[in-house]
């Protein structure tokens, strides 16, 4: 019967495509979604950065204040043992330049912690993208699996439909 039918030989050589429309197995914003997955990555790197910076700066601010309260406990002994004007006022003076650079730091740590904050809601802002690209993704996959199938069983059909007229022999 396959002899009976010009062409049909020709056609069940043929590789049969997993996909009829190749085009449109393609994932169409993958750019976009690989440059939300680069830039969530570089906005993580940064994050990281930032929090360091945070942490180092957090760590002289506390080195500050422990070297300034060494050094008042060091004055309050010597005022007990007694001390002359000139080294009172030195103390004094030390103590102050201290408390200034404690008032810097601290203002150092506050505006590192705002770039931490920041860089935070970047971060969230690029994983917020980098997961609606992803979801589009998984959905235009399951959409071509979906496709891919009903093809896949239309030529099954097919192939049992010419079975049972017996073309297929």
């Known amino acids: 019967i396959a002899s009976q039918q010009p062409g049909l ?5 043929l590789p049969k495509s997993r ?11 993958q750019p976009l979604l690989d440059l939300a997955n680069t830039r ?36 309050v002994q010597a005022a007990r043992d007694g001390l002359s004007p000139d080294a009172w006022r030195n103390y004094s003076a030390f103590i102050n330049k201290l408390d200034d650079a404690i008032g810097a730091q ?15 809601q970047a971060w969230l802002a690029q994983r917020t993208k980098l997961k609606a690209f992803d979801t589009l993704s998984q959905r235009h996959q399951q959409v ?17 439909a010419r079975r049972a007229r017996g073309e297929d022999l």
């Open 9 to 13: 030989e020709f056609r069940r050589q």
């Open 19 to 29: 996909n009829p429309h190749p085009m449109t197995a393609r994932f169409h914003l």
């Open 40 to 75: 969530t990555d570089e906005a993580a790197r940064k994050l990281g950065e930032l929090v360091a910076a945070e942490r180092d700066v957090e760590q002289k601010l506390k080195m500050l204040e422990d070297y300034r309260q060494e050094y008042n406990e060091r004055f």
């Open 106 to 120: 601290r203002k150092v740590v506050e505006q590192s912690r705002a770039k931490t904050v920041e860089g935070q």
């Open 144 to 160: 071509v699996s979906r496709q891919e199938a009903r093809q896949e069983q239309k030529q099954s059909d097919e192939h049992a």
